[in-house]
């Protein structure tokens, strides 16, 4: 018989022991987590840190490239490294829904696995909470990631400039169409993966290659044009893409033109956005493309003082329009 979450399981007692020592201890173990405590008691880092949190609430569970585990994981390991930080540490919170089958549950946590040892990462502490079913949509994932952060000065959204080079680190909404695919079992976009990735090397790789960068942010929900969007507001200034310049793969094009989305706008978690000055752009490129995560890398753009707060397109056949914010979600449940 099928093994499954049960509502005793969350409870704190030995049920919940069990659980945890049976798929969480063995799986993440190191020996911060492995004291037990109510929290974990880290070594001293030098010099400033970053942090971040999120959840996670996709669906499904599973999709072409990754899991919710995966990106539970990655997603964290980015959003602290597009500080310029290393990331060194995670926890992870689960909301089990009762009745899930121990193997889902195990399969996810073996995706973190993957995912930890590949960013370099711990997973040092976590909980673990078991609702009756219908109260949550079989799983979600919250975590927090720690990291020292090695840039000087630090990217921030706030730092855009004028006269900046815009760049992307590869074609953009795979994330979003292999989510989405997936979940509605659309046959003839089977083969795009999505690029949930950590992306840590990626950003020292940059560092080494430039002096000073400006910006650096991954371009998750809302995209490439919310993100840029959010960037234009912070730093008071404005952006212009060069449409022909953004990498988009034919088969995510193509199920966008069908489905009626607009790539732009489509998740990513492999990617990220560096602005910096147009003068290390060429070497940014380089060390980019150099690396197995940035070798569709491109110089998308600039930054100017044209239009404070916006983002404009100049599109293929010579014309130009306002990229907005995106409003609402264009896929909802997709990290």
Known sequence: MEQKILLDEGSGG????????????????NSILARMDDAAALPQIDGPMAMSTDSYTVSPLFFPGASIGSLAVNGTVNDVSMLGAKPLYITCGFILE????????????????????????????GDTKVVPSGACDKMFINTTGLGQIFMNPAPSGHAARPGDAVLVSGAVGDHGIAVFTARENLSFASSVKSDCAPLADL???????????HVLRDPTRGGLATTLNEIAEQSGICVELNEESLPVHAEVADACSFLGLDPLYLANEGKCICILPAEYADAVLQAMRAHPRGREAAIIGRVTDAQPGKV???TAIGGSRFLGMLEGAQLPRIC
């Open 14 to 29: 030995r049920a919940s022991q069990r659980l945890i020592n049976t798929i969480f201890l063995n799986a993440f173990d």
């Open 98 to 125: 009762e009745g899930l089958p121990l193997a889902t549950l195990q399969r996810v946590v073996e995706d973190m696995v993957t995912a930890a040892a590949e960013s370099g990462v711990k997973i040092v502490t």
């Open 203 to 213: 950003v020292a790789k940059v560092a080494s290659a430039a002096p000073t960068v």
């Open 312 to 314: 404009i397109l100049h």
